[in-house]
């Protein structure tokens, strides 16, 4: 029974996303939601979940709202302040290699794509929980705080 239920939630998940990205009610599309959140979902098991349930943990939905949040925020910031440091030729790049407290692969996902996402900073590699991360400062920045702002913006609401 349980099984059935993994099969369920995802199924009705991918047909959310699939009306939310086609809008549109009309009988083929409804048709091609169906065939492609079954076929996904079938293809999904041994990847997302197993017999015994998903093979990560759930991120509560409020937690993620503030996250989204204050990602946006930081994007915006970032933006302002690289370009201003563009103008001036006051930054460097600094290659640092930021080992993360967590250990889910969703959530490291989650960070390495945030830290891309944020103007100024590319995550390059992910080794497990570490990543290494590319940034630019300016002259006076060390490395640490690039470690502790990554630390700070990013992790610190998964932990």
Same mark, same amino acid.
């Not at 996303?17 to 083929?28: A, D, R, V, Y």
């Not at 293809?43 to 997302?48: A, D, M, N, P, R």
């Not at 460097?92 to 969703?106: A, H, Y």
């Not at 630019?136 to 630390?151: F, G, M, Q, T």
């Given at each position: 029974?349980?099984?059935? #239920? $993994?099969? &369920?939630? =995802?199924? %009705?998940?991918?047909?959310? @996303?699939?009306?939310?990205?086609?809008?549109?009610?009309?009988? *083929?599309?409804?048709?091609?939601?169906?065939?492609?959140?079954?076929?996904?979902?079938?293809?999904?098991?041994?990847?997302?979940?197993?017999?015994?349930?998903?093979?990560?943990?759930?991120?509560?939905?409020?937690? #993620? $709202?503030? &996250?989204? =949040?204050? %990602?946006?925020?930081?994007? @915006?910031?970032?933006?302002?302040?690289?370009?201003?440091?563009? *103008?001036?030729?006051?930054?460097?790049?600094?290659?640092?290699?930021?080992?993360?407290?967590?250990?889910?692969?969703?959530?490291?996902?989650?960070?390495?794509?945030?830290?891309?996402?944020?103007?100024?900073?590319?995550?390059?590699?992910?080794?497990?929980?570490?990543?290494?991360?590319?940034?630019?400062?300016?002259?006076?920045?060390?490395?640490?705080?690039?470690?502790?702002?990554?630390?700070?913006?990013?992790?610190?609401?998964?932990?």
């Amino acid at each position: 029974m349980k099984n059935v #239920l $993994i099969h &369920y939630k =995802l199924f %009705l998940t991918l047909m959310f @996303f699939w009306l939310m990205l086609n809008m549109s009610m009309n009988p *083929i599309n409804l048709a091609g939601g169906v065939a492609v959140g079954a076929f996904v979902t079938l293809l999904s098991k041994g990847i997302l979940y197993n017999e015994n349930g998903y093979w990560y943990k759930p991120i509560r939905v409020g937690r #993620l $709202i503030v &996250y989204l =949040l204050r %990602l946006i925020g930081e994007i @915006f910031k970032s933006s302002v302040s690289y370009i201003a440091r563009i *103008i001036k030729k006051d930054s460097i790049p600094i290659v640092v290699q930021v080992e993360l407290r967590v250990d889910d692969p969703l959530v490291i996902s989650i960070i390495a794509n945030s830290i891309t996402l944020t103007p100024g900073t590319i995550t390059v590699d992910v080794d497990e929980n570490k990543l290494t991360v590319i940034s630019l400062k300016d002259i006076n920045s060390s490395r640490e705080s690039v470690i502790d702002e990554i630390h700070e913006k990013f992790e610190s609401y998964f932990i």
